[in-house]
Every structure is written in structure tokens, then in C-alpha cells.
């Protein structure tokens, strides 16, 4: 299968391995971030944090974007499906995300809301075009890989003069993101992990290209490697991480470039710029609040704006206490640093946002990294009397 199968060749894996190997300095240590939450599945599912020299640390960030979902902004939703009985759709990995009073949205669709989930935001205005007598409300959440969509549903409302559709707008912005990590004051609450350099994110550097990391790897000094999602795309891309940190260099490298150009996807860049526009700050979980990471949806298309519609307070709330999804997420610890992981916290009842999506760190650890943990104990076979 053309672009699956050759990037999961065993005998390259391991020849990439060993260039990796043999290319680190002796007695240092490589801290790499990958964001995208892509990324941080590959890594598991495939063992490559194993393949690699034990000298490299992959250090998972905050790609995944059900993870990220604060609390009050899934509380929103449910209210408009409890509340106003709207129709409130959204994707299927939104619906598990733990929300405020032990509900979801799916538990609050078992309570008699009319939730429903999608598989894009076309699905959502078909929904709102069957149903002419109710407000269909569309959750959207997600990066950049997700806007250009959003906004063509809105777009296409407009152009149908549906009365009865509104967007709940969560989408968010990766460069923000990876600049707050490094910058954020909630470092302080937090920590940080010192880190080398980023493997950049393969979808949503398909829609804006790599150019936009090129002032954050030249002010911050950290080299971005823009991979794609299989293993010997993201072998690759550590292999070209310890070749600038070696070098001393801090430059936006493509290893994805069957999919990514500098520019990334222009058509899609403007229709996003004509329905949407930053938000001054956005709440993230884990991050707290990050400037300008955000975005809303214009005042020329309020019409279809949920928010302006059915006069929505946005309110923030704490994560449980006994969840570490906020350090998780910033990568200062990792999943098995949490006393909940594995047990309290498991895919089934997941109690942080880390565990719902297969993108998610805990998740992502618990399906295809938690038994490595475990020290085997051979015991010796007594004999039989």
C-alpha cells in the first residue's frame, strides 16, 4: 500500500535506529517534544521510545485536541443540550470528555439531552436542515485541521439561509501553543521540562504550511521538525532533531513533504481568515489561559455563532485533583506519574482528558506501553511431591 507500507518497514526502522545511535554525543541527553497528539499514539503503538537511543527522550505535549478541552467550555454544550434543548452534534471522542458534576456529554445525553455525534460539520448542518423546528447547535473543537471545515459549514448555512444553525467554536491554534510552553507564567505551578526541539505536527501543518514555525525556531532557538504520523516518519524526523542540535542549528525542517509546503494550504488559509478571528485569550487544559490562541467565529456571521445566539457566560473549572493531566500535558510528568493511572483512571471510566482519545498520553500509554512497566518475576517451578 503506497505511503503506509514503506514507512513501516522493520529493517529501515532499525537502520534509522542505528544511524540515531550512532549519530548522539556521548553522555547527552535529547529532549524532543512531539505536540501533535498523532505523533505521541505512533510512538507508543510502535515502540520507538524503545527503538531509539535511551540517550533521546520523547516527551509528550499538548497535541491531542479533546485533551486540551477545558472543563467550562464542554459544561456550555451540555447546558445548551439540557437547558434549551437544542440539538448539540459533535465528534465521537468530544462526547467521553469529562465535564462538571460527574457528567459528560454522552452521560448527559443518557439524561434526555439531544446529543448527537458526528463525523464532520456537514453532518451537522444535514442534521439542522431535517430538523427545521429545533436549533442545532455544532461543538466544534479542534486545531487548525479541523477549522477549514467549520467554516464551510458556516459558509454553506449562510448560503442555504438556515435559521436554525449555530457553531459553538473551541478551535484552537498550535504555534501559540507551542510558544506558551516555553514563555507560560503556569510554569511556575507546573514546572517544565527543559527541552531540544519539537517534532511539528503533520495535519495541521498541511493547511498553514511550515512558515509559521520559523519565528518561533529562530526566537527560541529550538529546532521544529515537521513528520508525518508513521514510525519511520517520526524516526526520521528524531534522527534530523539530533543532526541540528548537534549542529547548533535552530531551523524548521520538513521530513512531511508528500503532504506539507511552506505555504500549506492557501484556500483553505483564506476561508478560515473570511468566517473566523483571534480571540485575545482562550482557556486550555493544562496550559491555562494562552493569548491569542483561539479562535472566534466574525461579527458579519454572528448569525451562526452559538455563543452570541443563546447569550453563553463561559466559566472556568478546576480538574480533579487527582488527575496530573495538566503536567501531563505540559510534559512535565508522564502518565505513569499519576496515582490514578490505570486504575481509577482507566479508557473505560476515564477521569482526566488524557485517557478519552487513543491520541491522548494516558490512553495512548495505557493500550500500548503500561505492561512494559511492570518488572517481570519469573518464579522457580517447584518440584511435584
Not at 519539537?198 to 498553514?208: D, Q
Request: glycine fraction near 8%; charged fraction near 20%.
Amino acid at each position: 500500500m503506497k505511503y503506509i507500507d514503506e514507512f513501516r518497514d522493520g529493517a529501515t526502522a532499525q537502520k534509522i535506529a542505528d544511524r540515531i545511535a550512532a549519530e548522539v554525543q556521548p553522555g547527552k541527553r535529547y529532549s524532543f517534544m512531539e505536540f501533535c497528539g498523532g505523533h505521541t499514539h505512533a510512538i507508543s503503538r510502535y515502540g520507538i521510545s524503545g527503538m531509539v537511543s535511551e540517550q533521546v527522550n520523547m516527551v509528550h505535549g499538548p497535541g491531542c485536541p479533546v485533551c486540551v478541552l477545558p472543563i467550562g467550555r464542554i459544561d456550555l454544550a451540555i447546558r445548551l443540550a439540557l437547558e434549551s434543548g437544542v440539538i448539540v452534534c459533535t465528534y465521537g471522542d468530544t462526547m467521553r470528555v469529562p465535564a462538571s458534576d460527574g457528567l459528560s456529554l454522552i452521560k448527559a445525553k443518557a439524561r434526555g439531552g439531544d446529543i448527537r455525534m458526528v463525523y464532520s460539520a456537514t453532518d451537522a448542518l444535514t442534521i439542522a436542515q431535517q430538523n427545521p423546528e429545533r436549533e442545532v447547535v455544532f461543538f466544534a473543537i479542534g486545531f487548525e485541521t479541523t477549522t477549514p471545515p467549520t467554516a464551510l459549514a458556516i459558509l454553506e448555512a449562510q448560503r442555504m439561509e438556515l435559521q436554525n444553525f449555530s457553531v459553538l467554536c473551541s478551535h484552537v491554534l498550535t504555534p501559540s501553543a507551542i510558544t506558551h510552553i516555553l514563555e507560560s507564567p503556569e510554569v511556575r505551578q507546573y514546572g517544565t521540562v527543559p527541552l531540544d526541539g519539537f517534532i511539528g505536527p503533520a495535519h495541521v501543518s498541511i493547511v498553514i504550511g511550515s512558515r509559521p514555525y520559523e519565528g518561533f525556531a529562530r526566537d527560541y532557538r529550538k529546532p521544529v521538525v515537521i513528520a508525518g504520523f508513521e514510525p519511520l516518519d517520526v524516526m526520521q524526523a528524531i534522527l534530523m532533531l539530533v543532526r541540528q542540535v548537534n549542529s547548533g542549528r535552530h531551523e524548521v525542517e520538513n521530513e512531511f513533504t508528500r503532504a506539507v509546503t511552506r505555504d500549506g494550504n492557501l484556500q483553505a488559509q483564506a476561508m478560515v481568515s473570511k468566517v473566523f478571528e483571534l480571540r485575545t485569550s482562550f482557556e486550555w487544559r493544562g496550559l491555562g489561559e494562552v493569548p491569542y490562541s483561539a479562535l472566534k467565529i466574525r461579527p458579519a456571521y454572528a448569525t451562526f455563532d452559538a455563543e452570541r445566539r443563546f447569550d453563553l457566560t463561559y466559566k472556568p473549572v478546576p480538574d480533579n485533583k487527582a488527575c496530573e493531566c495538566g503536567a501531563i500535558l505540559r510534559g512535565v510528568k508522564k502518565p505513569t506519574d499519576c496515582k490514578i493511572f490505570g486504575t481509577v483512571c482507566t479508557p473505560e471510566n476515564p477521569v482526566g482528558s488524557c485517557m478519552v482519545s487513543n491520541e491522548g498520553a494516558c490512553a495512548a500509554h495505557y493500550a500500548y506501553g503500561r505492561f512494559k512497566d511492570i518488572a517481570v518475576v519469573v518464579q522457580p517451578a517447584t518440584a511435584a511431591n
